[in-house]
């Protein structure tokens, strides 16, 4: 059982920076792979970003490649999400979640474990 806790979410103005985290439980941290999704109001939950366990594989969505950074620390079990150049459209529920297998996830109905998740609202 793996129990994740968001944290940074927040009100921000489009181009300023946000960095949110996922603190996890559990020993074996390094042998999920990790993402981030994103649900805004009305819409499906998307994924936003997923590394693998042990950070050498990352992927992300096109629309937040190049200003979003996904990394993990597997010694403090947490993984991060930095976000830059915020738009409104960026404005969103973030979510953390887990997933057993190995290689990377990109879809929602394939994570184990999730968070409560955080929001993130973009002003224009």
């Known amino acids: 059982q793996v129990q994740l806790v968001e944290s940074g979410g927040g009100l921000v103005q489009a181009g300023d920076s946000l960095k949110l985290s996922c603190a996890a439980s559990?020993?074996?941290?390094?042998?999920?792979?990790m993402g981030w999704f994103r649900q805004a109001p009305g819409k499906e939950r998307n994924i936003v970003a997923t590394i693998s366990g042990s950070g050498a594989q990352r992927y992300y969505a096109g629309s937040v490649k190049g200003r979003f950074t996904i990394a993990r620390d597997n010694a403090k079990n947490t993984v991060t999400l930095e976000m830059a150049s915020l738009k409104p459209d960026d404005t969103a529920v973030y979510y953390c979640a887990a997933n057993r297998g190995v290689g990377l996830v990109v879809d929602p109905g394939r994570m184990d474990y999730w968070g409560k998740g955080t929001l993130v609202t973009v002003s224009s």
């Open positions: 559990g020993r074996t941290f390094s042998s999920y792979t």
